[in-house]
């Protein structure tokens, strides 16, 4: 897998020609979720393979502290804000001037980062697997997550939200330490007055069942001219692979190509 130079810190990617017809279209940014890494958030699930086939160019990457990417252990380097830099600086890497954008639970958040900060750089975007809460935070959850992910063993876990995440970075083989202090991290809010302020065609994608994410209505109706869509029966480890989702994001990319 490649890597390159984010400011020093070194980030594996993934590039995937389109295989399909491409004239016209846009390359896809995918921004993976929380102890996730890029081939179990998008290649295991066939949204490479998927986007590639619709025609568009695909770009990946490992997040900081996650999959082949750098491991980092000070919480100064996360951070939502600093982690979209990553992307908008892979951008530049592999010379891509405007991409569309589609980030799940985590990759979701640092992607409305990277909308705001890079507007320009941005033609449309989809926050997966993060709705309202998005605005309204779980930071009481952030901490219970990381003290599961900091303890000696999954036995001695008892919160089941935290040993959720557990047994999902055990299966991903992640750096729990760098999980932990990723979790940690100074957690930059976005206000509803700064959400209120994108320009772009967003989409909304929430499971049904997802304790996690707060509503996408919600979410969307923040900001203007957004959608939303309801991924119906999925809970939020499981709505990221929907069949359902995949053709709501085509067609929401084939909507919005200019």
């Not at 929380?34 to 290649?43: I, M, Q, R």
């Not at 001037?97 to 705001?116: E, K, N, Q, T, V």
């Not at 975007?125 to 063993?153: C, K, W, Y």
């Amino acid at each position: 897998m490649p890597v390159f130079s984010s400011d020093g810190v070194e980030i594996a990617y993934l590039d995937a020609p389109a295989t399909g017809d491409g004239t016209g279209k846009l390359p896809v940014l995918l921004i993976h979720g929380f102890a996730s890494n890029l081939g179990t958030n998008w290649v295991s699930t066939s949204w490479v393979r998927t986007l590639t086939e619709a025609g568009h160019r695909v770009v990946a990457f490992d997040n900081r502290g996650h999959g082949n990417s750098a491991k980092l252990y000070d919480l100064a380097d996360y951070g939502a804000p600093l982690m979209a830099e990553d992307g908008r600086r892979l951008l530049d890497h592999l010379a891509i001037p405007r991409a569309h954008l589609l980030g799940y639970s985590m990759g979701a958040r640092i992607s409305a980062f990277l909308l705001l900060a890079h507007p320009d750089r941005i033609a449309s975007a989809t926050f997966g697997g993060l709705g309202v809460n998005m605005v309204h935070g779980m930071a009481s959850r952030g901490d219970t997550i990381a003290q599961a992910l900091e303890a000696p063993s999954i036995d001695d876990v008892t919160d089941p939200g935290g040993r959720v995440f557990r047994v999902f970075a055990e299966q991903t083989k992640s750096d729990l330490r760098a999980l932990a202090a990723c979790m940690r991290s100074a957690r930059a809010p976005i206000t509803a007055a700064a959400i209120a302020q994108v320009k772009r065609p967003v989409m909304v994608a929430v499971g049904t069942d997802d304790p996690i994410a707060g509503s996408a209505s919600e979410l969307a109706a923040l900001i203007p001219g957004a959608i939303h869509f309801d991924i119906v029966g999925r809970e939020h480890m499981k709505a990221v692979g929907d069949p359902t989702f995949k053709a709501a994001v085509i067609k929401f990319l084939a909507q919005h190509q200019n």
